[in-house]
């Protein structure tokens, strides 16, 4: 059985104060709550994430992390001083990194590899753009995206990390993948981390993303690949984002 997570990604957005109030209401909801439940805020808000998330169940973490360990790198930051900042996990390979920063499949393995060994979570997002679902590229699309990090780790180092499909169409756009959609890619992938390793793929979580809120997230749910959901606008409202969580 694997324990379901529900990740707030809040991108560019947030403040000091809206890390509080958020903490403030889904800490006392999430203490009996049967799931995993992390916020990736932007850097800035990660101190203040550390403060009112202490002693609580709610991990957070960073929506990325440098390839490089340290070094003359302009507005990166590493994988150690995540781990100082008290992350417990990183995002990484998220489409809008692909996409607006040029992240090649390489890097994002890269990323991946030095998270692991700093001691974070990984959560690897990888997706298919409406192209490419168009040209019937789905598959294939998030195969070479998953393949490049198991290449760089291996099945050891990738149960480690936890998947996250989100089709680029779906994100950020108010149009969900219908849950049968979304099932069928996540199958996809657990077979090919079935070929990698067959206990792995058993165990490892595979987190849904895109345009999820409390009205589409039953449905999804209840596939039986879909082990949670990395939740972007709808994470930003706490009672929304507990809506989710409960549904979970
Ligand atoms: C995301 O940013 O990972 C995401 C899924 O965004 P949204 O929920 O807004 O589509």
Redesign the pocket.
């Known amino acids: 059985m694997r324990r379901r997570l529900v990740a707030g ?1 809040w ?1 560019m957005n947030g403040s000091v104060a809206a890390v509080r109030d958020w903490c403030a209401t889904v800490v006392q909801a999430a203490a009996e709550a049967p799931v995993d439940i992390a916020l990736f805020p932007p850097y800035p808000l990660l101190a203040q994430a550390m403060q009112s998330l202490a002693g609580t169940n709610v991990q957070f973490g960073a929506q990325d992390v440098s390839m490089h360990a340290s070094g003359a790198y302009t507005g990166e930051v590493s994988a150690a001083m995540l781990i100082e900042a008290g992350c417990r996990q990183v995002l990484v390979g ?1 489409s ?1 990194r692909r996409s607006y920063h040029g992240e090649t499949d390489e890097q994002v393995a890269a990323k991946f590899a030095v998270a692991l060994d700093a001691g974070l979570v990984p959560v690897l ?1 990888i997706g298919e753009t409406l192209a490419q679902r168009e040209g019937g590229e789905t598959d294939a699309v998030v195969g070479r995206q998953l393949r490049a990090v198991l290449e760089r780790v291996g099945g050891d180092g990738l149960a480690k990390g936890v998947i ?1 499909y ?1 089709p680029v169409w ?4 108010g149009r969900t993948a219908s849950p049968m959609q979304a099932q069928a890619v996540h199958e996809n992938i657990r077979g090919i981390l079935r070929d990698a390793n067959a206990t792995m793929a058993g165990s490892m979580r595979i987190l849904y ?4 809120n409390g009205d589409n997230a039953a449905q999804l749910f209840e596939m039986p690949d879909i082990d949670g959901a ?5 994470s930003l409202n706490a009672r929304e984002f507990l809506r989710i969580v409960r549904t979970a």
């Open positions: 990604n991108k998220h809008e997002c996250a989100e779906a994100i950020g756009t993303g895109g345009s999820v990395l939740v972007g606008g709808a």
